[in-house]
């Protein structure tokens, strides 16, 4: 069973430019809010599998849903408003 | 993945406009987030092809994640080209894109 911290510190690893929030407590599913500059210019589908990609074949294994939102720390004040 | 497997998948993203690959069907959806993309579709008054991966496993489990390199479903295609899973299509319905994407791929 994974924890979110175990998520985190992948994600974190595999983008260390990266803020990384995981939520989510039953061990399969999870939400996580990562803000990167490495996001600057991507598309959304992009950004989602740059953060997938750190978690390889966890993926829909393990994790059985992880429910992202991406964002550049440019825009997190917009979004926030 | 099989060259089967790829060629039904790749046969389907470009005959429809509009495909979603989902766990279950729209009225009878077996996941959260296939229920919502499909809710999504419904919303904006899209036509779309709704596929049940449950309904070929061998095709459409592994396949339909290694078809375009995204891990999880629901996903959804438009005119061949993957948009994204769930929480896309709902921030895309959430900012009005959805909609005109769709009718710009049906019209």
């Known amino acids: ?81 | 993945m099989s060259a089967e497997a790829m060629q039904v998948i790749k046969d389907e993203v470009e005959n429809n406009p509009v495909v979603l690959y989902m766990k279950g069907t729209p009225d009878f959806p077996q996941c959260g987030f296939s229920a919502r993309s499909a809710e999504a579709l419904k919303a904006v008054g899209a036509q779309f092809k709704a596929v049940n991966v449950f309904d070929d496993e061998e095709i459409y489990r592994q396949g339909i994640k290694t078809f375009s390199n995204w891990p999880t479903i629901p996903q959804l295609y438009i005119n061949g080209e993957l948009v994204g899973g769930s929480d896309i299509v709902v921030d895309l319905y959430q900012s009005g894109e959805l909609k005109s994407m769709i009718e710009s791929a049906t019209a």
């Open chain 1, 1 to 81: 069973m994974l924890a979110p911290e175990t998520i985190r510190d992948l994600i974190q690893s595999g983008l260390p430019d990266a803020t990384v929030e995981v939520f989510g407590d039953d061990g399969t599913h999870f939400a996580a809010r990562v803000t990167s500059p490495s996001f600057e210019g991507q598309s959304t589908l992009a950004q989602h599998r740059m953060v997938y990609a750190t978690l390889g074949d966890r993926m829909g294994g393990e994790i059985h849903a992880l429910s992202l939102k991406t964002q550049t720390p440019d825009s997190t004040g917009e979004s926030a408003s």
